[in-house]
């Protein structure tokens, strides 16, 4: 008989993390209860920490918080949930669309009128939604799951700047998101330019196949593009960075006809001052990128499953559940790239 209590973080108020028991959940009829056993900890956590974003809950509704990397082991499934069973080692989708407005029915699912997020994985068990949920096979493991969410983002955003062989890509940021971005290039046969301020990254980053890496700290980006291109500029911006500079250091090393892909969000929110002529005479697209689609997912499952895309590399840091304040505290100072909380001990 399984255990009535669990541990889950609480965010009281901003930076405030506390750890409390509360009851464990029961699934709904299209819903599966998880065993945790890993959940990676994303700059959207953080920002929730610090209190910034569209929607911060506080107390009692915080719990389990923003958590959406999470994969685990099914322990109980609700009435009308048949793709899984109980012992299943699963990864999560967070987003559960209607499959009936607008959006839905142009294969936008990321903008569902009526999604509904699946969240809260800082916690020993989740509800997850039954019908997107994948089986992982055994050479999958439970913190390498915690990347198709991510990656899946990611794929949004290769496909949405519409990348050719052959096409020059630079991608600003040299995190964990831009490692992802750099692997998704190589794919589609890219030259890629990776663009960071932290040496250490930047050679992980060459390990998996950026073409050149420059260090923002240490040359003039702008001078070192030009020289790069025959002083033509890149076909393709990927910008996998928060911040009003980064955009503004796309914009100087984009060329003609070039599309500019802004993928992080940013908080505090900025205002970029543009020149329009740059953009109508070089005719430059300036395109966001959000969230996943079904599709997306199921083929950054794949992507991570045949070793196509390598993300054992960029995991840095390991924390139980009852350090997750280290674990975020990591992810703020940048230490290493990326950091997992584990709710359980007992994973292979």
Same mark, same amino acid.
């Not at 719990?63 to 048949?82: A, F, I, N, R």
């Not at 055994?138 to 519409?162: H, W, Y």
């Not at 998101?177 to 980053?205: D, F, P, T, W, Y």
């Given at each position: 008989?399984?255990?009535?209590?669990?541990?889950?973080?609480?965010?009281? #108020?901003?930076?405030?993390? &506390?750890?409390?028991?509360?009851?464990?959940?029961?699934?709904?009829?299209?819903?599966?209860?998880?065993?945790?056993?890993?959940?990676?900890?994303?700059?959207?956590?953080?920002?929730? =920490?610090?209190?910034?974003?569209?929607?911060? =809950?506080? *107390?009692?509704?915080?719990?389990?918080? /923003?958590?959406?990397?999470?994969?685990?082991?099914?322990?109980?499934?609700?009435?009308?949930?048949?793709? &899984?069973?109980? *012992?299943?080692?699963?990864?999560?989708?967070?987003?559960?669309?209607?499959?009936?407005?607008?959006?839905?029915?142009?294969?936008?699912?990321?903008?569902?009128?009526? !999604?509904?997020?699946?969240?809260? *994985?800082?916690?020993?068990?989740?509800?997850?939604?039954?019908?997107? %949920?994948?089986?992982?096979?055994? !050479?999958?493991?439970?913190?390498?799951?915690? =990347?198709?969410?991510?990656?899946?983002?990611?794929?949004?955003?290769?496909?949405?700047? +519409?990348?050719?062989?052959?096409? /020059?890509?630079?991608? @600003?940021?040299?995190?964990?998101?831009?490692?992802?971005?750099?692997?998704?290039?190589?794919?589609?046969?890219?030259?890629?330019?990776?663009?960071?301020?932290?040496?250490?990254?930047?050679?992980?980053?060459?390990?998996?196949?950026?073409?050149?890496?420059?260090? #923002?700290?240490?040359?003039?980006?702008?001078?070192?593009? %030009?020289?790069? /291109?025959?002083?033509?500029?890149?076909?393709?911006?990927?910008?996998?960075?928060?911040?009003?500079?980064?955009?503004?250091?796309?914009?100087?090393?984009?060329?003609?006809?070039?599309?500019?892909?802004?993928?992080?969000?940013?908080?505090?929110?900025? +205002?970029? #001052?543009?020149?329009?002529?740059?953009?109508?005479?070089?005719?430059?697209?300036?395109?966001?990128?959000?969230?996943?689609?079904?599709?997306?997912?199921? /083929? +950054?499952?794949?992507? @991570?499953?045949?070793? %196509? &895309?390598?993300?054992?590399?960029?995991?840095?840091?390991?924390?139980?559940?009852?350090?997750?304040?280290?674990? =975020?505290?990591?992810?703020?100072?940048? !230490?290493?790239?990326?950091?997992?909380?584990?709710?359980?001990?007992?994973?292979?």
């Amino acid at each position: 008989m399984m255990q009535e209590k669990m541990l889950a973080a609480y965010l009281i #108020s901003p930076r405030n993390l &506390v750890l409390k028991e509360r009851p464990i959940p029961s699934p709904g009829r299209n819903e599966v209860l998880i065993k945790i056993m890993a959940c990676g900890v994303c700059p959207t956590d953080i920002r929730y =920490f610090l209190g910034y974003g569209r929607h911060v =809950f506080y *107390g009692e509704e915080s719990y389990g918080l /923003t958590g959406h990397e999470w994969s685990g082991v099914v322990v109980d499934v609700g009435g009308e949930v048949e793709n &899984v069973q109980i *012992g299943d080692r699963v990864v999560i989708d967070h987003i559960a669309s209607c499959g009936r407005c607008r959006y839905c029915r142009r294969n936008l699912s990321n903008h569902c009128m009526n !999604k509904k997020y699946y969240l809260r *994985g800082y916690a020993e068990y989740g509800l997850a939604y039954g019908p997107t %949920l994948l089986k992982l096979s055994e !050479k999958v493991s439970f913190e390498e799951a915690c =990347f198709v969410e991510p990656l899946s983002s990611c794929i949004n955003s290769i496909e949405r700047a +519409s990348i050719s062989m052959g096409e /020059t890509v630079a991608i @600003i940021g040299d995190g964990v998101i831009g490692m992802l971005h750099l692997q998704l290039a190589k794919i589609r046969a890219a030259e890629v330019i990776m663009i960071g301020h932290h040496n250490e990254r930047l050679e992980i980053s060459k390990q998996l196949g950026a073409d050149h890496i420059l260090n #923002s700290r240490e040359v003039n980006i702008h001078d070192e593009i %030009l020289n790069l /291109t025959d002083s033509l500029g890149v076909d393709i911006v990927i910008v996998a960075t928060q911040g009003a500079n980064a955009l503004e250091t796309s914009l100087k090393i984009a060329g003609k006809n070039s599309r500019i892909i802004i993928f992080s969000g940013t908080y505090p929110e900025e +205002s970029v #001052s543009i020149d329009p002529n740059k953009i109508h005479y070089s005719e430059i697209s300036i395109i966001g990128a959000s969230e996943h689609n079904v599709r997306q997912f199921t /083929t +950054s499952f794949r992507l @991570i499953e045949k070793g %196509l &895309v390598k993300v054992k590399p960029l995991i840095s840091n390991i924390v139980p559940l009852k350090e997750i304040d280290k674990a =975020f505290k990591m992810v703020m100072e940048r !230490k290493g790239l990326k950091t997992i909380v584990r709710p359980h001990e007992d994973v292979e």
